[in-house]
């Protein structure tokens, strides 16, 4: 009996080896396919990075579908089971087209073309990261996607990669608090951390 990957409702459970189009069924393998897939879509998206590239919902989009389209039915669709992860109840998925529509309008859409003041580009990315983060809008791969994100916004301002994905790692209960407290539009704690990274 395999353990569930996230808690999921009855109707919907699915376990920690997701059904994928590879047909893999050892953890290892399909933690190798899918960093392939997300080395992939890095060298996809950073090649095509441009002064003009708009990060919008759909550009999210396109990032899960580049990085995991060969693994996953699910890649670049929003998920249709209601999941959570150490206790946290992420919203649920019959709200995440409103999230996502929110997420466009109040936050992506007023970002500006360009900065000059990091202050503020690590203000936003923050913003960003932990809304993203916090909606958590795909089946998998939503961590990833989002410090992929991280990385082209920085990018695209003329700044260093941020290495989020180690500090994710070390500093685990951080860096969830930092997301939980998106819940409530409080994202000093995840500036500090982008900050840092800096």
Avoid: C, W
Wanted: hydrophobic letters at 40%.
């Amino acid at each position: 009996m395999t353990t569930n990957k996230y808690k999921t409702s009855k109707q919907e459970s699915e376990g920690e080896i997701l059904p994928n189009k590879l047909n893999l069924n050892s953890k290892e393998d399909i933690e190798k396919a899918e960093l392939e897939g997300f080395l992939y879509a890095y060298k996809i998206l950073f090649d095509d990075l441009s002064p003009r590239t708009k990060f919008e919902v759909k550009y999210i989009l396109k990032i899960h579908k580049l990085a995991l389209g060969h693994l996953y039915d699910f890649a670049g669709k929003t998920r249709t089971v209601n999941i959570s992860k150490g206790g946290f109840m992420f919203p649920p998925a019959l709200a995440l087209d409103n999230a996502l529509k929110e997420l466009d309008e109040t936050i992506l859409k007023s970002l500006p073309k360009n900065y000059n003041s990091e202050d503020q580009l690590i203000k936003d990315i923050a913003m960003v990261h932990a809304e993203l983060l916090f909606i958590h809008p795909f089946r998998e791969g939503n961590g990833r996607t989002a410090r992929l994100l991280a990385n082209l916004m920085a990018a695209k301002a003329g700044h260093k990669l941020l290495d989020l994905e180690n500090f994710s790692k070390k500093k685990f209960d951080e860096y969830v608090k930092a997301v939980k407290l998106a819940a409530s539009r409080d994202y000093s704690l995840m500036e500090k951390i982008i900050g840092s990274l800096f």
